[in-house]
């Protein structure tokens, strides 16, 4: 029987190479379909569109904040990094959210700069966000939030400087120009040395006691300037806290490149094999070869393990083809190729019998095909729900679920873990599930 | 033609719920003989050779191969049963292989020669004309070397031209060696000319075993009248024609 499982293993090799609109179909369809899957996927963190309400515009005020002079443009613009800024009127805000052609409205209210200039009250800025797209506004939300905190930070830290300036100022006296108002300022060391001159001044003309009066406000100036050197670190503290430190990780590690990466994969293999080894057994019927293979030539479970064969190998090439377009394409660290030929064969091999099972029912190849894709396509997609157990094994049923987690597991966990390992198990069941069922279908077939 | 015994079928039946495709029958077969199962759509010709081919399963009834375990069958679809996307010579080298021929080779060559399909043997099979396309089913089936060539209606899509040469080609094939063959038709003028048995089956059941003579016997229809073959086998038919 391994002689025959051969004989049509090379058959369908020679049968394939010279389909090539089938063969097209087959291998070129779930590529594309993958291809923009992953593209859309990774593009998943791409930036929401806001309306930008200025109802400060007319002031056409700036507010110095240290060293920096802050407009509500330059406010606007470091917001805009993280959502994309539609600047428009109130009512055309308004208007646009109701359409849904922006996700929120961020409106910057009147006297913006004023208050920020004066430091007497703090600016409220507005999100009104879409209430029929809750997700999307809980993402705008978080990401503002973030940008807000960050420029508040920022702010902040100018502020303190702006403190710690006129410490300085105090200590060491000069120009002043804080909250709109400037002036010249002694100092507290020049003080001192006035104070000094003066006890000197009054000891030369006799009197000392005077001078001696003059003792205890040196004193004080001594302690006020002590204690204005430890305000320096206290006031950097008040304006940071806590210090978030960020370091990139490794390349090619990122969750939503897994995700985009194992979804291309999951869609790309999941048809091929499932499409492949469907149209390959219901073409045995349609040929009308089965009654003559089911004379004894070969078993029922010979077909049904040859034609998983040929789409584990399908599935091979065409997983290793993707894997090696992102290697080269991306810094996406792929990695492990050992494990990635176990995972790829294994995947292969459940989608394979489940689209073998699919061909042991149909009648006829196109029949096989349609209802491949129509049950692969939505099983696919459900699989690629990230974080829901319900979509996971719905999805499993064909494999799809079990093949998405071990594929985003390769990519992402540096280690071989035993997760990993069940994922895999568990798709080796699903094959043997399928592949026995299908080899009932079909000797049912080939004994009518 | 007949020689020692082939098999032998007790009993056959064949049912589809409560519809019965095939009452049961009883059939022996003789090495080198030629039997036409006659009958109209229906009748269970097709049940009955798809079970003595090992392809269909029997409800009921058993076969009995002569010397022991199961012989060669070459079983002829109605239906071509081949690869249409290889060639002619690739479909006849795959059905060696998997017959378990020591040279597939070899065997190919020799049926491309004796089935005439030189000329065509490297054309795909979807290429071929309706008739070198039955001619290279019945050379698949024989690539086996079978004890018992079993065909499902072979001429039923060929024109009359195409007929003939078919039936040249065939009796040419089987005249060698002890070869039995069985086929089905739903003319009596081929099955008188091509068969030295006649099994008339109608409504699943077997209505007549014997030879043209038996037939018109049977049916008790002028033996001397014009087309008394075919004239019998109406009368035999009746109504399920």
Same mark, same amino acid.
């Given at each position: 029987m391994l002689r025959a499982g051969r004989l049509l293993f090379i058959k369908d090799l020679r049968v394939l190479g010279r389909s090539r609109g089938l063969l097209a179909i087959l291998i070129g369809y779930p590529i594309v379909i993958a291809v923009l899957l992953a593209i859309a996927l990774s593009g998943g963190d791409a930036k929401p569109s806001v309306a930008f309400v200025n109802l400060?515009?007319?002031? #056409?005020r700036t507010v110095q904040v240290g060293d920096e002079r802050l407009s509500v443009d330059d406010y606007a613009n470091r917001l805009g990094e993280v959502v994309n800024l539609v600047r428009v009127d109130a009512q055309q805000a308004t208007e646009a959210l109701g359409d849904g052609k922006v996700s929120a409205v961020l409106t910057i209210p009147e006297g913006f700069v004023s208050d920020l200039q004066t430091g007497i009250r703090s600016p409220v800025i507005t999100l009104q966000t879409n209430p029929r797209s809750p997700i999307e506004a809980q993402a705008i939300e978080r990401r503002l939030e973030a940008m807000v905190f960050r420029l508040n930070q920022a702010l902040a830290g100018a502020y303190v400087g702006q403190v710690l300036n006129l410490v300085d100022l105090i200590k060491n006296g000069g120009n002043v120009a804080l909250f709109g108002q400037t002036g010249t300022l002694a100092g507290l060391k020049s003080s001192q040395q006035t104070i000094r001159d003066m006890q000197r001044a009054l000891r030369a003309a006799g009197k000392p006691e005077e001078a001696a009066k003059a003792a205890s406000l040196l004193d004080f100036i001594t302690g006020v300037g002590e204690n204005l050197d430890l305000a320096k670190p206290a006031a950097k503290a008040i304006a940071s806290p806590i210090r978030l430190d960020v370091k990139a990780g490794a390349p090619g590690r990122e969750p939503l490149s897994a995700l985009g990466i194992a979804g291309a994969l999951v869609v790309g293999l999941g048809l091929v094999s499932v499409l492949l080894s469907a149209a390959l057994l219901s073409a045995e019927r349609e040929d009308g070869v089965l009654s003559r293979l089911g004379? #004894?030539?070969?078993s029922p479970g010979s077909i049904i393990a040859q034609k998983a064969v040929v789409s584990a190998a399908a599935a091979l090439v065409v997983g290793m083809v993707l894997l090696g377009v992102v290697a080269v394409s991306t810094s996406v660290t792929v990695g492990r190729w050992g494990i990635w030929v176990i995972a790829l064969l294994v995947a292969g091999l459940a989608f394979g019998a489940f689209g073998l099972l699919i061909g042991a029912l149909a009648r006829e190849t196109r029949t096989a095909l349609l209802a491949g894709l129509m049950i692969s396509l939505p099983l696919a997609v459900v699989a690629l729900i990230p974080g829901s157990d319900v979509a996971y094994w719905a999805s499993a049923v064909a494999g799809f679920g079990p093949a998405a987690r071990v594929f985003q597991q390769v990519l992402v966990d540096p280690e071989v873990t035993t997760s990993l390992w069940s994922g895999i198990g568990l798709l080796a069941l699903i094959a043997i599930a399928y592949g026995v069922i299908a080899r009932f279908v079909l000797a049912r077939r080939m004994h009518t | 033609m007949r020689g020692d015994a082939l098999l032998t079928a007790r009993g056959i039946a064949r049912r589809y719920g409560s519809f019965e495709a095939l009452a049961p029958v009883d059939l022996a077969i003789s090495r080198g003989e030629r039997i036409a199962l006659i009958g109209p759509n229906g009748a269970g010709k097709t049940t009955l050779l798809s079970i003595l081919a090992g392809v269909g399963v029997a409800s009921a009834g058993s076969i009995e191969w002569a010397g022991g375990p199961a012989l060669a069958v070459g079983w002829v679809p109605q239906r071509p049963a081949l690869y249409p996307r290889l060639t002619a010579r690739e479909n006849l080298r795959l059905f060696a292989g998997l017959e378990s021929a020591a040279d597939p080779r070899a065997v190919a060559d020799g049926l491309i020669e004796r089935a005439d399909l030189g000329k065509v043997a490297d054309r795909p099979a979807s290429a071929l004309s309706t008739g070198t396309l039955q001619r290279l089913n019945l050379a698949i089936a024989l690539a086996g070397q079978p004890a018992l060539l079993l065909l499902d209606e072979?001429? #039923?899509?060929?024109s009359p031209d195409q007929r003939h040469r078919l039936w040249n080609w065939i009796t040419e094939m089987v005249a060698d060696g002890d070869m039995a063959l069985v086929f089905s038709t739903q003319s009596i003028d081929e099955a008188s000319r091509s068969a030295d048995r006649i099994v008339t089956l109608v409504g699943g059941q077997l209505r007549m075993d014997g030879t043209l003579d038996d037939l018109i016997r049977a049916a008790g229809t002028d033996p001397s009248g014009p087309a008394a073959g075919e004239t019998a086998f109406m009368a035999l038919v009746g109504d399920d024609q």
């Open positions: 400060d515009a007319q002031s #056409g004379r #004894g030539l070969v | 072979p001429t #039923g899509t060929l």
